[in-house]
T-cell receptor, first 106, second 112 residues
Framework: DIQLTQPLSILSASVGDRVTITCRAS??????LAWYQQKPGKAPKLLIY???LLETGVPSRFSGSGSGTDFTLTITSLQPDDFATYYC?????????FGGGTKVDI | QVQLVESGGGVVPPGRSLTISCAAS????????MYWVRQPPGRGPEWVAF????????YYAPTVAGRFIISRDNSKSLLYLQMNSLRVEDTAVYYC?????GGQGTLVTVSS
Protein backbone atom coordinates (compact mmCIF):
# COMPACT_ATOMS: atom_id res chain seq x y z
CA ASP A 1 0.00 0.00 0.00
CA ILE A 2 1.17 3.51 -0.81
CA GLN A 3 1.30 5.87 2.17
CA LEU A 4 0.94 9.61 1.66
CA THR A 5 2.42 11.96 4.23
CA GLN A 6 1.58 15.64 4.60
CA PRO A 7 4.22 16.79 7.08
CA LEU A 8 2.33 19.85 8.29
CA SER A 9 -1.05 19.23 9.86
CA ILE A 10 -1.59 22.94 10.47
CA LEU A 11 -0.14 25.87 8.54
CA SER A 12 -0.63 29.40 9.80
CA ALA A 13 -0.79 32.07 7.12
CA SER A 14 -2.19 35.49 6.27
CA VAL A 15 -4.17 36.89 3.38
CA GLY A 16 -1.81 37.61 0.49
CA ASP A 17 0.80 35.02 1.55
CA ARG A 18 2.29 32.52 -0.85
CA VAL A 19 1.51 29.10 0.65
CA THR A 20 3.16 25.78 -0.17
CA ILE A 21 1.70 22.45 0.99
CA THR A 22 3.74 19.29 0.53
CA CYS A 23 2.82 15.63 0.11
CA ARG A 24 5.27 12.73 0.08
CA ALA A 25 4.50 9.23 -1.17
CA SER A 26 6.10 6.06 0.22
CA UNK A 27 6.74 4.91 -3.36
CA UNK A 28 6.38 6.43 -6.78
CA UNK A 29 2.86 7.30 -7.94
CA UNK A 30 4.03 8.73 -11.27
CA UNK A 31 1.82 11.71 -12.12
CA UNK A 32 -1.31 10.23 -10.53
CA LEU A 33 -1.76 12.67 -7.69
CA ALA A 34 -4.68 14.97 -6.90
CA TRP A 35 -5.30 17.80 -4.44
CA TYR A 36 -8.55 18.69 -2.69
CA GLN A 37 -9.83 21.58 -0.63
CA GLN A 38 -12.35 20.81 2.10
CA LYS A 39 -14.36 23.15 4.29
CA PRO A 40 -16.32 22.04 7.38
CA GLY A 41 -19.48 20.13 6.53
CA LYS A 42 -18.71 20.06 2.81
CA ALA A 43 -17.44 17.43 0.41
CA PRO A 44 -13.83 17.63 -0.73
CA LYS A 45 -13.49 19.84 -3.79
CA LEU A 46 -11.07 18.72 -6.49
CA LEU A 47 -8.49 21.41 -7.25
CA ILE A 48 -5.68 19.65 -9.15
CA TYR A 49 -5.43 16.27 -10.88
CA UNK A 50 -2.56 14.48 -12.62
CA UNK A 51 -0.15 16.47 -10.41
CA UNK A 52 -0.53 19.81 -12.18
CA LEU A 53 -3.79 20.02 -14.15
CA LEU A 54 -6.24 22.60 -12.85
CA GLU A 55 -9.83 21.44 -12.47
CA THR A 56 -12.34 23.55 -14.41
CA GLY A 57 -13.42 26.60 -12.46
CA VAL A 58 -10.55 26.54 -9.95
CA PRO A 59 -8.74 29.89 -9.66
CA SER A 60 -5.34 30.14 -11.29
CA ARG A 61 -3.68 31.06 -7.97
CA PHE A 62 -3.71 27.31 -7.27
CA SER A 63 -1.01 25.20 -8.91
CA GLY A 64 0.50 21.77 -8.46
CA SER A 65 3.92 20.35 -9.18
CA GLY A 66 6.14 17.35 -8.54
CA SER A 67 6.53 13.78 -9.72
CA GLY A 68 7.25 10.33 -8.39
CA THR A 69 7.20 10.72 -4.61
CA ASP A 70 7.31 14.45 -3.86
CA PHE A 71 4.49 16.83 -4.66
CA THR A 72 3.53 20.39 -3.89
CA LEU A 73 0.35 22.47 -3.92
CA THR A 74 1.01 26.21 -4.13
CA ILE A 75 -1.40 29.06 -3.54
CA THR A 76 0.27 32.19 -4.88
CA SER A 77 -1.74 34.80 -2.97
CA LEU A 78 -3.90 33.43 -0.20
CA GLN A 79 -7.47 34.69 -0.22
CA PRO A 80 -9.99 34.64 2.67
CA ASP A 81 -11.92 31.85 0.92
CA ASP A 82 -8.81 29.65 0.90
CA PHE A 83 -8.72 28.98 4.62
CA ALA A 84 -9.58 25.27 4.65
CA THR A 85 -8.07 21.80 4.92
CA TYR A 86 -6.16 20.43 1.94
CA TYR A 87 -5.69 16.73 1.14
CA CYS A 88 -3.54 14.96 -1.41
CA UNK A 89 -4.64 11.67 -2.97
CA UNK A 90 -2.86 9.12 -5.13
CA UNK A 91 -4.64 7.01 -7.74
CA UNK A 92 -1.73 5.07 -9.16
CA UNK A 93 -3.32 1.76 -8.16
CA UNK A 94 -6.64 0.41 -6.97
CA UNK A 95 -5.74 1.03 -3.31
CA UNK A 96 -6.43 4.75 -3.29
CA UNK A 97 -4.79 6.59 -0.45
CA PHE A 98 -5.00 10.05 1.02
CA GLY A 99 -2.69 12.29 2.99
CA GLY A 100 -3.61 13.23 6.53
CA GLY A 101 -4.51 16.78 5.53
CA THR A 102 -3.05 20.24 6.06
CA LYS A 103 -5.28 22.85 7.65
CA VAL A 104 -4.51 26.39 6.49
CA ASP A 105 -5.37 28.61 9.39
CA ILE A 106 -5.17 32.31 10.08
CA GLN B 1 -18.46 16.68 -17.28
CA VAL B 2 -18.20 13.81 -14.79
CA GLN B 3 -21.16 13.71 -12.42
CA LEU B 4 -21.47 11.31 -9.51
CA VAL B 5 -24.57 11.36 -7.30
CA GLU B 6 -24.60 9.17 -4.20
CA SER B 7 -27.81 8.19 -2.43
CA GLY B 8 -29.31 5.75 0.03
CA GLY B 9 -27.60 6.74 3.27
CA GLY B 10 -29.39 6.85 6.59
CA VAL B 11 -29.37 5.77 10.23
CA VAL B 12 -29.10 2.05 10.90
CA PRO B 13 -28.57 0.02 14.11
CA PRO B 14 -25.33 -1.92 14.55
CA GLY B 15 -25.40 -5.35 12.89
CA ARG B 16 -27.90 -4.36 10.20
CA SER B 17 -27.42 -3.94 6.46
CA LEU B 18 -27.70 -1.02 4.08
CA THR B 19 -27.11 -0.58 0.36
CA ILE B 20 -26.04 2.76 -1.08
CA SER B 21 -25.95 3.76 -4.74
CA CYS B 22 -24.08 6.08 -7.06
CA ALA B 23 -25.51 7.36 -10.35
CA ALA B 24 -22.79 8.25 -12.84
CA SER B 25 -23.05 10.46 -15.92
CA UNK B 26 -20.88 12.53 -18.22
CA UNK B 27 -18.50 9.72 -19.12
CA UNK B 28 -18.58 6.22 -20.58
CA UNK B 29 -19.27 4.37 -17.32
CA UNK B 30 -18.66 0.80 -18.62
CA UNK B 31 -15.11 1.79 -19.61
CA UNK B 32 -13.95 2.81 -16.13
CA UNK B 33 -13.07 1.12 -12.87
CA MET B 34 -14.87 2.65 -9.90
CA TYR B 35 -14.29 3.10 -6.19
CA TRP B 36 -16.03 3.78 -2.91
CA VAL B 37 -14.30 6.10 -0.44
CA ARG B 38 -15.55 7.14 3.00
CA GLN B 39 -14.79 9.93 5.41
CA PRO B 40 -15.55 9.35 9.10
CA PRO B 41 -16.50 12.42 11.14
CA GLY B 42 -13.48 14.60 11.89
CA ARG B 43 -11.08 12.43 9.89
CA GLY B 44 -9.63 12.28 6.40
CA PRO B 45 -10.97 10.23 3.50
CA GLU B 46 -10.15 6.52 3.28
CA TRP B 47 -10.49 4.02 0.47
CA VAL B 48 -13.18 1.34 0.94
CA ALA B 49 -13.56 -0.71 -2.25
CA PHE B 50 -12.64 -1.08 -5.93
CA UNK B 51 -14.42 -2.70 -8.86
CA UNK B 52 -12.98 -3.23 -12.32
CA UNK B 53 -14.72 -1.80 -15.39
CA UNK B 54 -16.55 -5.02 -16.22
CA UNK B 55 -17.13 -5.98 -12.59
CA UNK B 56 -15.06 -9.15 -12.52
CA UNK B 57 -12.42 -7.91 -10.07
CA UNK B 58 -13.11 -6.39 -6.67
CA TYR B 59 -10.85 -5.39 -3.80
CA TYR B 60 -11.66 -4.18 -0.30
CA ALA B 61 -9.99 -2.35 2.55
CA PRO B 62 -9.19 -4.77 5.40
CA THR B 63 -11.64 -2.96 7.69
CA VAL B 64 -14.62 -3.88 5.48
CA ALA B 65 -13.49 -7.09 3.73
CA GLY B 66 -16.01 -9.87 4.26
CA ARG B 67 -18.79 -7.43 5.22
CA PHE B 68 -19.14 -5.05 2.24
CA ILE B 69 -19.85 -5.91 -1.40
CA ILE B 70 -19.23 -3.54 -4.30
CA SER B 71 -21.13 -4.09 -7.54
CA ARG B 72 -22.18 -2.24 -10.67
CA ASP B 73 -24.85 -2.17 -13.36
CA ASN B 74 -23.18 -0.93 -16.52
CA SER B 75 -26.48 -0.84 -18.43
CA LYS B 76 -27.76 1.79 -15.98
CA SER B 77 -24.46 3.50 -15.05
CA LEU B 78 -24.99 2.63 -11.42
CA LEU B 79 -22.51 1.68 -8.70
CA TYR B 80 -23.56 0.00 -5.47
CA LEU B 81 -22.14 -0.74 -2.05
CA GLN B 82 -23.91 -3.37 0.03
CA MET B 83 -22.87 -2.94 3.65
CA ASN B 84 -23.57 -5.86 6.00
CA SER B 85 -22.90 -6.34 9.71
CA LEU B 86 -22.55 -2.61 10.12
CA ARG B 87 -20.49 -1.29 13.03
CA VAL B 88 -20.47 2.07 14.79
CA GLU B 89 -17.05 2.71 13.24
CA ASP B 90 -18.57 2.48 9.74
CA THR B 91 -20.27 5.81 10.38
CA ALA B 92 -19.07 8.14 7.63
CA VAL B 93 -19.93 10.07 4.52
CA TYR B 94 -19.55 7.66 1.61
CA TYR B 95 -18.37 8.89 -1.80
CA CYS B 96 -18.10 7.11 -5.12
CA UNK B 97 -15.17 7.96 -7.37
CA UNK B 98 -13.93 7.23 -10.86
CA UNK B 99 -10.36 7.91 -9.74
CA UNK B 100 -10.84 11.24 -7.99
CA UNK B 101 -13.74 12.31 -5.78
CA GLY B 102 -16.53 14.32 -7.38
CA GLY B 103 -19.86 13.84 -5.61
CA GLN B 104 -21.46 15.22 -2.47
CA GLY B 105 -21.56 11.87 -0.71
CA THR B 106 -24.22 10.13 1.32
CA LEU B 107 -24.12 9.96 5.12
CA VAL B 108 -24.33 6.58 6.81
CA THR B 109 -24.81 6.66 10.57
CA VAL B 110 -24.58 3.42 12.52
CA SER B 111 -26.15 3.90 15.90
CA SER B 112 -28.53 2.18 18.26
Amino acid sequence: DIQLTQPLSILSASVGDRVTITCRASQSVGKWLAWYQQKPGKAPKLLIYETSLLETGVPSRFSGSGSGTDFTLTITSLQPDDFATYYCQQYDNFYLSFGGGTKVDI
Amino acid sequence: QVQLVESGGGVVPPGRSLTISCAASGFDFPEFAMYWVRQPPGRGPEWVAFISFEGSNTYYAPTVAGRFIISRDNSKSLLYLQMNSLRVEDTAVYYCARDTLGGQGTLVTVSS
